[in-house]
């Protein structure tokens, strides 16, 4: 009986740290000649570290084939890319040679959120000496316009139901979160904050708001679930008024909505601007929307969409006219 050569490729994630390994990528990496391509990979140094000799081989698949004849067992390490165009050579030797098999063993794999971290390396190389000249320039104040333009967009892809557009733009929101947290690490030591202290912020806020997830309060539903956010909420803040922490910037039919709203849940009856001019009827607008459970920001942007989709079709038919 022929003895088959056994090649075996091991890969890992860069995301996790190095040397951290699953027991069956240990067992192959102990089971014969381990090589790499590049020695002082901090993944080879950790291999090392352990007792495991890794040598430095050229990036060809041929050669790297040849290391196992008469039935020995050779190993590559992948690199943090997983080598992936050198393996897919190889795989096309093993499967022409019946005396081979080649098999992948999967060493480490991304953690759930683990591409994460690529987007805070990005955006460090962006902002770091050598990076990106524009990026360079941006301020907190700089930015503000970004955020808002993004978060719009995002809301347009949301209400139209647009699954491929709200990916995307969910991406262009985390980006700005990305930069804002990358300029605080730059602030003066007592003003300085990370995105790893923004993350930590918002699980605690999480964990803290949620005491029927995670601390066995009993609830009956989403009510009680509304009501004890905003019992929590308030005590946190501390707040003298339920109008307390409304950001009256935002649009001028979301601000109306949103006090509405809050003086709804409250129970505040608080009667609303008198008169007949325009702000009065608009803001009386607003309260049927609010009682009826309905968004009027929302609504009015969809009834627009709709007069500009009549606009065009108009402007098409003077045109064919």
């Given at each position: ?28 990496l102990r ?22 000799d890794?040598?430095?081989a ?20 992948a ?5 992936a ?15 081979a ?8 794999w ?41 978060s ?21 929101v ?13 602030r003066?030591?007592a003003e ?13 806020k ?5 005491p ?7 609830v ?14 308030a ?15 935002q ?13 709804q ?6 009667t ?19 009682a ?5 920001e929302s ?21 064919g006219?």
């Amino acid at each position: 009986m022929v003895a088959v050569d056994r090649l075996l490729i091991v890969t890992s994630s860069p995301r996790l740290p190095a040397g951290l390994l699953s027991w069956p990528a240990w067992e192959a990496l102990r089971s014969g000649s381990v090589y790499t391509l590049d020695v002082t990979d901090s993944q080879a140094q950790a291999v090392r570290a352990a007792g495991v000799d890794v040598q430095e081989a050229p990036a060809d698949a041929a050669a790297f084939r040849q290391l196992a004849r008469a039935g020995h067992t050779v190993v590559w390490l992948a690199g943090p890319d997983g080598d992936a165009a050198f393996v897919a050579v190889l795989a096309e030797l093993v499967a022409a040679d019946p005396d081979a098999e080649l098999e992948t063993v999967t060493g480490s794999w991304d953690p759930p959120g683990g591409r994460l971290l690529d987007v805070v390396a990005v955006m460090d190389r962006l902002r770091s000496p050598g990076g990106c000249p524009w990026d360079a320039e941006q301020t907190h104040q700089s930015l503000a316009p970004y955020l808002l333009e993004e978060s719009y967009e995002l809301l347009e892809a949301i209400e139209l139901d647009d699954l491929a557009h709200l990916r995307e733009e969910l991406g262009d929101v985390l980006l700005q979160v990305a930069f804002h947290s990358r300029l605080a690490e730059e602030r003066p030591e007592a003003e300085r904050f990370s995105i790893d202290d923004v993350a930590a912020d918002l699980v605690t806020k999480l964990i803290r708001r949620h005491p029927h997830v995670f601390a066995g309060r009993e609830v009956a539903g989403a009510a009680d679930v509304a009501a004890n956010w905003e019992t929590i909420k308030a005590a946190e803040k501390r707040r003298e008024s339920l109008t307390d922490g409304v950001p009256l910037g935002q649009p001028a039919l979301a601000l109306a909505a949103t006090l509405q709203r809050r003086a709804q849940k409250a129970g505040v009856e608080a009667t609303p601007p008198g008169g007949d001019d325009l702000g009065a009827r608009l803001f009386a607008l607003v309260g049927e929307a609010v009682a009826a459970g309905e968004d009027p920001e929302s609504a009015l942007r969809a009834t627009a969409r709709a007069y500009r989709d009549a606009v065009r079709t108009a402007e098409g038919s003077s045109a064919g006219g």
